[in-house]
């Protein structure tokens, strides 16, 4: 079956983000290089603003259709552009990236925790391997509950699979000779 790839003009059309945050983000870049205004705070505050608002804004706007996962990541993108902002604004100019740096630490504390509960929804997809589930099983496990294409998740379970069997094979070399 051939490969159909979209048109530049379709994928545009739904991926719309990319070129808008490119320009936002090239916009904050040639702004900053001349920061030599009489305020340059108000400079910073625009840059944060764009980089922690308006970017995760765009980012949920193109992809709605996506639900709880585009508000997960417009989360993350907004980690992100404080991350950049305070990469791209001169360290003399702080002064709300001073201020609000904790709030940076609160951001990345709920993305960890959301990784937490995705790790523990995927170690359970891996017990489901070790116990010896199908291949398509496990395949199906991981597609619902990771939201990824058909096509990586039986890459994944191949992968549980395999491990599966490695510890099998472990366990017999080791009980084989009085261990474990």
Wanted: proline share 5%; aromatic share 12%; with cysteine.
């Amino acid at each position: 079956m051939p490969i159909v790839l979209p048109s530049l003009g379709s994928w545009l059309k739904t991926n719309w983000f990319f070129v808008a945050a490119a320009i936002v983000f090239m916009g904050d870049v040639a702004v900053v290089q001349d920061m030599r205004e009489p305020s340059p705070h108000v400079i910073e505050a625009a840059v944060l603003a764009d980089l922690t608002l308006i970017v995760p804004l765009l980012y949920f706007v193109c992809y709605r259709s996506a639900g709880r996962k585009a508000i997960v990541k417009a989360v993350g993108l907004a980690c992100l552009g404080f991350w950049l902002s305070s990469k791209i604004v001169p360290t003399e100019n702080y002064q709300l990236i001073s201020t609000l740096w904790p709030l940076r630490y609160l951001g990345m504390a709920a993305l960890a925790a959301l990784e937490v509960a995705i790790l523990f929804s995927l170690v359970a997809i891996y017990k489901s391997a070790f116990s010896g589930a199908a291949e398509s099983e496990v395949a199906d496990r991981f597609a619902k509950t990771a939201e990824i294409p058909p096509w990586a998740a039986r890459l994944m379970a191949k992968e549980a699979l395999f491990w599966h069997r490695v510890w099998r094979a472990i366990k017999r070399i080791f009980s084989g000779s009085g261990g474990v």
